[in-house]
C-alpha cells in the first residue's frame, strides 16, 4: 500500500481532476514528441521553424511546426507540474480549454495562407482544438469541487 510520505498515513487516491489533467498532460507530450518522429510525421524534411511554410503533417492530417511542437511539450510539461494540486490541475485543465478554444477562434479568423498562420493551423487542426478547448473545459468545470469528482459543492462533507 502507498503511503503518504509526509503523515506516515495511508496516501489517498489522487481525486479525479487531477488524473484527469495528468492524462491530457501527457497526451500534448506524446503528440509533441511523435511532430519530431519521421514517419508519424509525413514531410519530416520539410519541418519548419515556424509558418504555414512547413508542410510537414502529424499523421499526414494535421499541418505541424517546431514551434507547434515547442508548444505541445512546454504544456503537457505545465500540465504535469499544475496537477500536483487539485487547484492547479482544475486551471490547467479550464484554462487550457479556455487557451484551445481561443486557438480555434484565431485558426478561423485568420487567413491560413497568410503571415498571420505562425503556429501553423489547417482545418484538421482547428476541429482538433474546438474538441481540445472544449474538452478540457467540460473536464475542468465538472470535476472541479474540494474534492475533484464532480460532486455537488453545497453537499455536506459527510455525504460525499
Same mark, same amino acid.
Given at each position: 500500500?502507498?503511503?503518504?510520505?509526509? @503523515? *506516515?498515513? /495511508?496516501?489517498?487516491?489522487? /481525486?479525479?481532476?487531477?488524473? $484527469?489533467?495528468?492524462?491530457? @498532460?501527457?497526451?500534448?507530450?506524446?503528440?509533441?514528441?511523435?511532430? #519530431?518522429?519521421?514517419?508519424?510525421?509525413? =514531410?519530416?524534411?520539410?519541418? &519548419?521553424?515556424? +509558418?504555414?511554410?512547413?508542410? $510537414?503533417?502529424?499523421?499526414?492530417?494535421?499541418?505541424? &511546426?517546431?514551434?507547434?511542437? $515547442?508548444?505541445?511539450?512546454?504544456?503537457?510539461? !505545465?500540465?504535469?507540474?499544475? @496537477?500536483?494540486?487539485? @487547484?492547479?490541475?482544475?486551471?490547467?485543465?479550464?484554462?487550457?480549454?479556455?487557451?484551445?478554444? +481561443?486557438? %480555434?477562434?484565431? *485558426? #478561423?479568423?485568420?487567413?491560413?495562407?497568410?503571415?498571420?498562420?505562425? !503556429?501553423?493551423? =489547417?482545418? $484538421?487542426?482547428? %476541429?482538433?482544438?474546438?474538441?481540445? +478547448?472544449?474538452?478540457?473545459?467540460?473536464? *475542468?468545470?465538472?470535476? &472541479?469541487?474540494?474534492?475533484?469528482?464532480?460532486?455537488?459543492?453545497?453537499?455536506?462533507?459527510?455525504?460525499?
Amino acid at each position: 500500500m502507498a503511503r503518504d510520505a509526509r @503523515a *506516515g498515513r /495511508p496516501a489517498r487516491p489522487r /481525486p479525479n481532476v487531477q488524473l $484527469a489533467a495528468v492524462t491530457v @498532460a501527457v497526451f500534448f507530450l506524446v503528440i509533441g514528441a511523435f511532430g #519530431f518522429v519521421p514517419g508519424v510525421t509525413t =514531410n519530416y524534411d520539410e519541418l &519548419s521553424g515556424a +509558418g504555414r511554410n512547413s508542410q $510537414a503533417m502529424l499523421f499526414n492530417v494535421f499541418q505541424i &511546426s517546431i514551434l507547434d511542437n $515547442a508548444v505541445h511539450l512546454f504544456f503537457g510539461l !505545465l500540465g504535469l507540474v499544475m @496537477a500536483r494540486t487539485i @487547484a492547479g490541475a482544475r486551471l490547467f485543465l479550464a484554462g487550457g480549454g479556455t487557451f484551445y478554444l +481561443g486557438v %480555434w477562434l484565431f *485558426g #478561423f479568423a485568420i487567413n491560413q495562407d497568410g503571415a498571420a498562420n505562425f !503556429l501553423p493551423v =489547417n482545418n $484538421a487542426d482547428n %476541429w482538433l482544438h474546438l474538441g481540445f +478547448g472544449f474538452g478540457m473545459l467540460v473536464l *475542468g468545470l465538472l470535476l &472541479s469541487n474540494r474534492y475533484g469528482t464532480g460532486g455537488r459543492l453545497d453537499a455536506p462533507a459527510e455525504r460525499r
